[in-house]
């Protein structure tokens, strides 16, 4: 399976109109070199852009869906389009909009949107996306031909009960989109490999570039195997990472190091003591 990771670089000064466009462009170049292309989280915005969430949230099928549904369909690729803030429907009692979600679409070669994760783990300690936005509630996996895709975004990374849940749901290829912090680059990589290695399974992970609200981006989208292993890592600007990987590496690395047969904590109902 061959993937293209899209390693966006979100910069003040460019319009949101002038980067989607721009992106739809990179993903339609995908064409014929990829199977599946992965964007980062919130790269209409900037994942630490917190006062634009609001002015620049969107339906669910907004124009950046619009764009993205297409730009699949013209490519032939599955396409994680990453993330974007979305606005929810009023529940009708309230004069404004409904809530705030960071969530991230799937669409197929045929420009069908597949999934929708709403991203539960959010970022702030009681300020910024933790405060601004709601927390989706739902695991979201996604099967392709060649293997079940697990969603996840960003902070997600650092809860690891959230992929056990998603290899429980049958996921065999994790896709994480994010805008993660150049200061905690170590973290990125560290636990990025971490999680492939618990869960025995393949890690995407496509990080943002750039600066945007103060803050300088990782970047360094990287590609994990089963054993831990970076099949490809990108550096700290823009770039295409493009790498190829054999989904069955999954089941024969779980059949060569049955570790996930041999889980005890989280399989059996607690007793209550008498």
Request: glycine share 10%.
């Amino acid at each position: 399976m061959r993937a293209s990771l899209i390693q966006i670089a979100v910069e003040e000064g460019e319009s949101v109109e002038s980067r989607r466009a721009r992106v739809a462009s990179l993903v339609r170049e995908q064409a014929g070199a990829a199977d599946l292309v992965v964007l980062p989280e919130l790269w209409t915005t900037g994942a630490f852009a917190y006062e634009r969430f609001g002015s620049e949230a969107e339906p669910l099928e907004g124009p950046t869906y619009e764009l993205m549904a297409k730009a699949a369909s013209d490519a032939g690729v599955w396409l994680h389009a990453g993330s974007v803030p979305e606005r929810a429907p009023s529940d009708g009692y309230g004069t404004g909009g409904g809530a705030l979600y960071n969530t991230s679409l799937v669409f197929s070669p045929d420009g069908e949107r597949v999934a929708a994760y709403r991203k539960i783990h959010r970022f702030g300690f009681d300020q910024g996306e933790a405060v601004l936005m709601s927390a989706g509630e739902e695991l979201v996996t996604v099967p392709l031909p060649e293997t079940t895709l697990g969603v996840a975004t960003c902070y997600d990374l650092r809860f690891p009960e959230l992929f056990r849940g998603l290899v429980d749901a049958g996921a065999g290829t994790l896709v994480l989109c994010a805008g993660w912090p150049e200061r905690r680059r170590e973290h990125w990589t560290l636990l990025a490999r971490a999680r492939a290695v618990e869960n025995q399974a393949f890690v995407l992970a496509c990080g943002t570039a750039g600066t945007h609200a103060g803050v300088p981006q990782a970047g360094h989208s990287i590609v994990v195997d089963p054993w831990g292993e970076v099949l490809a890592e990108a550096g700290a600007g823009e770039e295409v990472l493009r790498v190829e990987f054999d989904p069955a590496r999954v089941a024969t690395t779980r059949e060569q190091f049955p570790a996930l047969k041999d889980r005890v904590l989280g399989l059996r109902t607690p007793q209550r003591r008498p």
